[in-house]
């Protein structure tokens, strides 16, 4: 799940605990919100960042949540189209688990396909993208090794 440092980064979300993944209004990104369960993990991906990368963990305490802002005509993410009765956006609430050193695109890249994970194709503008189980154990190696390389340079 990716969003702007600037914006809502790890430390925010370390902060405050549990945060509602409120304001995204695209389609498939929706769909892919929808289809998760409580218990799920989801990395934290710092987007529009220098350089971007996954930031850290975090797991989903509440699914298929009604993202209020669709209602409020003062909110960037206001939809007029949407009614409480007939809600067009779904989201999720997720807690922070931890915060690790950056695994950024470049190493993202260097390490996978495409076709293995979405954020590393070209144009992929996707704010919440699924991740394989097996492609996400290799990004928990990555972090591992991330660490390790941290504690013996120390």
Known sequence: MKSEPDVYGITDLERDRITLWDGVRNYQARNYLKSMEVGDLAFFYHSNAKPPGIVGLMHIVEARVVDPTQFDPDSDYYDAKSSPDAPRWHTVRAEFVKKFPMIS??????????????????????????????????I???????????????
């Open 105 to 138: 695109l470049e190493i993202l890249r260097q390490t996978f396909t495409p076709e293995e994970l979405a954020v590393v194709r070209q144009g992929n503008r996707l704010s919440v993208l699924p991740v394989e189980k097996e492609i996400s154990d290799r």
């Open 140 to 154: 928990f190696n990555l972090i591992s090794e991330q660490i390790s390389n941290r504690t013996r340079s120390r």
